[in-house]
C-alpha cells in the first residue's frame, strides 16, 4: 500500500512561489503516473497536474505556465513548483496516483492572501 506525506505548504502573497514535496512510501511508486490534487473550502477535490514515470506532464488550464511538477524516482518523492500565485490557488494540496486510487495523505495547506 503506498501512502503519501506532503509538505511545504505555507501562507504567501499574491504573487509569490512554493515548492511542495510529496514523500511517497513503496518501492512500486516509481510505476505510477502521479498527480498534484487540490481541494478549496466548499469545492471538489481537482486535479491540477500529473507526471508520468516517464516524466511526461500534465497541467490544468489554470495553472498551466506557473506550476511546474517533477520527480524523483530516487527518492520516491514528487514535487510541485508554483509562481505566480493567486488567491484562487488557495486549498489544501494533495498527491495520490493520477486516479485518485491510494489514501490519501493530510495535504499541506497553501494559502495566498496579502
Known amino acids: 500500500q503506498v501512502r503519501f506525506v506532503e509538505s511545504g505548504g505555507d501562507l504567501v502573497q499574491p504573487g509569490g512561489s512554493l515548492r511542495l514535496s510529496c514523500a511517497a512510501s513503496?518501492?512500486?511508486?516509481?510505476?505510477?503516473?502521479m498527480g498534484w490534487f487540490r481541494q478549496a473550502p466548499g469545492n471538489q477535490r481537482e486535479l491540477v497536474a500529473d507526471?508520468?514515470?516517464?516524466?511526461?506532464?500534465n497541467y490544468a488550464d489554470s495553472v498551466k505556465g506557473r506550476f511546474t511538477i517533477s520527480r524523483d524516482n530516487a527518492k520516491n518523492t514528487v514535487y510541485l513548483q508554483m509562481v505566480s500565485l493567486k488567491p484562487e490557488d488557495t486549498a489544501v494540496y494533495y498527491c495520490n496516483t493520477k486516479g485518485g486510487g491510494a489514501d490519501w495523505g493530510q495535504g499541506t495547506q497553501v494559502t495566498v492572501s496579502s
Open positions: 513503496g518501492s512500486i511508486f516509481r510505476i505510477f503516473t
Open positions: 507526471i508520468t514515470s516517464s516524466g511526461m506532464t
